[in-house]
């Protein structure tokens, strides 16, 4: 019986390797220059540390461009309010969005099910799975999701027939 899971996942290593080439573009660039800008990510989070809002919001902008760059979707980041820190800087600690959550579990489910495809789509954990008697109910499955915005990128792994 064909199947497919619906994931949400961060290629780390290539987010890794746009922060750094962020963080060295920051380090040459002119307007940047003295000043007291970091970016850090420990696990799920990333702590943006700039003088004013916006610098900040320059560097997220950098960052973001970075992110395209090495072919990592930016709405993998969700971005929260800024807020100030030490020696008048101003801080904002942002989470990396990696699963697909309950309520757009649902949503998913609910726009396959307005197809009336012979499929049946269980939750399990944080990745959704797709169970079909046909590969083409499966195929016209995967263009709907396509077309619903969560918010954050979607992948199509373990296509089985």
Not at 48 to 75: M, S
Not at 82 to 98: D, F, N, P, Y
Request: glycine share 4%; with cysteine; hydrophobic share 35%.
């Amino acid at each position: 019986m064909p199947s497919f899971d619906v994931v949400s996942r961060i290629n780390y290593q290539e987010f890794d390797n746009a922060l750094a080439n962020c963080l060295r573009e920051i380090a040459t660039r002119y307007d940047f220059k003295g000043l007291n800008i970091s970016i850090e990510r420990k696990d799920k989070t990333i702590t943006t540390l700039a003088p004013d809002n916006l610098k900040l919001k320059q560097v997220n902008e950098l960052l973001q461009t970075h992110l395209i760059r090495r072919k990592v979707d930016p709405r993998v980041i969700n971005i929260k309010n800024s807020e100030t820190a030490t020696g008048g800087t101003v801080r904002q600690i942002s989470e990396l969005k990696e699963g697909i959550d309950q309520e757009s579990a649902k949503k998913i489910i609910t726009q396959i099910k307005s197809l009336k495809l012979k499929i049946q789509v269980k939750i399990q954990g944080e990745e959704l799975r797709a169970d079909g008697k046909k590969r083409d109910d499966l195929q016209e499955a995967i263009a709907a999701i396509r077309t619903i915005d969560i918010g954050q990128p979607m992948e199509f792994v373990n296509f089985r027939d």
